[in-house]
C-alpha cells in the first residue's frame, strides 16, 4: 500500500543550527503536503499547505520564514526550520495527499521529533 | 500490527441516523485526539481525551474514553451530509523506550451521509 516516510525521525541539534526534514510519498504522486507540529499533550496543529510546484500557504500565526517549506516534486517536500530554538522542539509530522491509480489517497509519515538544545 | 485499531473502516448512513465509531488500542493510551478529515484537506481537530471515564462533547458529536483507556468511541447524533469525511483517532503512546511519547493514528473510518 501507500506509504509515506519521514527522515529523519530524531534529531537533536544546538540552537542557532538549521534543521531539514523530508517527508516522501513511497508509492503515489502527492500533489499536496501538509505539516503538522504537536506538542507535548496537545492535538497536533496544522503549520502549511504546499501544493507541488507552488508557495506553501502558511496558518495564521505559523512564521513563513523560519518554517521553510519546499514542495519541489511530486514525491518530496522538505520542511526547514532554520535558527532552531528549543521552543521549537516538538514532534513534526508530515500528510501526503494525491492519487494512487485512480484512487484519493491521504497518508501521514510517521513523524519527526526535534530537539533543540 | 496496526497500534490502533478503528471500526468500522467505512460506514453509510442515512441523514438523521445516529452513528458510533471505535477506536481500540492494546496498550494503556495517554491521550485520545479524534480529528476528522476530507480528502485534499487539513485535519480538522475535534476532541482530545485523557483521563479514563472522560466524555466530551461538540455540537452533535459526543466522544468518550473508557474507564481503562485503551478504547474510545465517537458518536454523532441525527448525522447531516456536513458530518460527512474521514475520522481519524490519534493517540499518544509512550515508544518502546518508554521515555517519549508517541502519536499514531487509526486508519481511519471513511463516513458517508446520505440526503
Known amino acids: 500500500g501507500a506509504v509515506v516516510s519521514q527522515h529523519p525521525s530524531w534529531v537533536i541539534c544546538k540552537s542557532g543550527t538549521s534543521v531539514k526534514i523530508e517527508c516522501r510519498s513511497l508509492?503515489?504522486?502527492?500533489?499536496?503536503m501538509f505539516w503538522y507540529r504537536q506538542f507535548p499533550k496537545q492535538s497536533l496543529m496544522l503549520m502549511a499547505t504546499?501544493?507541488?510546484?507552488?508557495?506553501?500557504?502558511?496558518e495564521q500565526g505559523v512564521e513563513k520564514d523560519k518554517f521553510l517549506i519546499n514542495h519541489a516534486s511530486l514525491t518530496l517536500s522538505t520542511l526547514t526550520v532554520t535558527s532552531a530554538h528549543p521552543e521549537d522542539s516538538s514532534f513534526y509530522i508530515c500528510?501526503?495527499?494525491?492519487?494512487?491509480?485512480?484512487?484519493?489517497?491521504?497518508?501521514f509519515g510517521p513523524g519527526t521529533r526535534l530537539l533543540v538544545l | 500490527s496496526q497500534e490502533l485499531e478503528q471500526s468500522p473502516q467505512s460506514l453509510i448512513v442515512q441523514e438523521g441516523k445516529n452513528l458510533t465509531i471505535n477506536c481500540t488500542s492494546s496498550?494503556?493510551?495517554?491521550?485520545l485526539y479524534w480529528y476528522k478529515q476530507k480528502y485534499g484537506e487539513g485535519l480538522i481537530f475535534l476532541m482530545m481525551l485523557q483521563k479514563g471515564g472522560e466524555e466530551k462533547s461538540h455540537e452533535k458529536i459526543t466522544a468518550k474514553l473508557d474507564e481503562k483507556k485503551q478504547q474510545s468511541s465517537l458518536h454523532i447524533t441525527a448525522s447531516q451530509p456536513s458530518h460527512a469525511g474521514i475520522y481519524l483517532c490519534g493517540a499518544d503512546r509512550l515508544d518502546s523506550g518508554g521515555s517519549n511519547y508517541k502519536l499514531t493514528f487509526g486508519k481511519g473510518t471513511l463516513l458517508t451521509v446520505n440526503p
Open positions: 500528510s501526503a495527499y494525491g492519487l494512487a491509480g485512480t484512487r484519493e489517497t491521504q497518508y
Open positions: 496498550k494503556t493510551l495517554y491521550g
Open positions: 504546499s501544493n507541488e510546484g507552488s508557495k506553501a500557504t502558511y
Open positions: 508509492d503515489f504522486q502527492a500533489t499536496t
